[in-house]
């Protein structure tokens, strides 16, 4: 194997030795790196950059070329409501109202998947029956992919879904999990923490485990209820 691997990595050393010389052994580092700075370039950074120049140009044209410099009237625009909190009075009211969905979001989401992952860490902390079966129940949903994810629950809300089918065979009307938008958001922030909850639990649990077990005996020494014991000890931990 060693005499079939030798040749290929003679053939590797000559460029290599070439560009050694070349740069130098400080500079070697920088030809290793311009590959991914380049694809990072291309797809990170040169889309930012035709954002910031679209959004300074006006028009429906695609093109450039096509489009006026309007400065910040784009922005001024945008920022044109009655009443900030009411994006129904904005003239880009889509633009506000993804701003108001997405601080909604993301304060439900955190607060939800911190709050469930910190009780699911402390119950998965206790001595139960079949705790490792759990733990893998729980961390299972983050190994699947988004599409997988996405997949499996449209299968379950879908109208002729799982849930409906259900809810007719216990004499209830079908509904449009999908469709109506209040419970359309709340299904996405749901989505969100099942798929992501697992992690959070990990992390939480390997912080509760790190928490050492005399501590816990000297609150139990001094009478400390579980809330005290939880609130002075396994939280500030």
Known sequence: MLGLLSPVMRLIEVPM???????????LAWVFLTPNLLLF?????????????????GSDQILLRDRPFVGLENFGTLAACENYLDPNSCEKDFFWRAVHNT??????????MVGFSLITA??????????????????????????????????ILQRQGILNAGLEGLGYDSFLWLLDRQWAFGWSVFLSVWAH???????LLAGLQAIPRDVYEAAVMDAASPFRTFYRITLPF
């Open 103 to 112: 601080v909604v979001f993301v304060t439900l989401q955190v607060g939800f």
């Open 17 to 27: 030795l070439a560009a050694q010389r070349r740069f130098g052994i400080q500079k």
């Open 41 to 57: 370039a291309l797809f990170a950074f040169l889309p930012i950059i035709l954002n910031l120049v679209y959004a300074l140009t």
């Open 122 to 155: 402390l119950v998965l902390n206790q001595k139960i029956r079949a705790r490792g079966f759990f733990r893998s129940v729980f961390f299972f949903p983050v190994l699947l992919s988004p599409v997988v994810v996405a997949l499996i629950w449209k299968w």
């Open 197 to 203: 909850m697992g992690f959070y639990t990990l992390i």
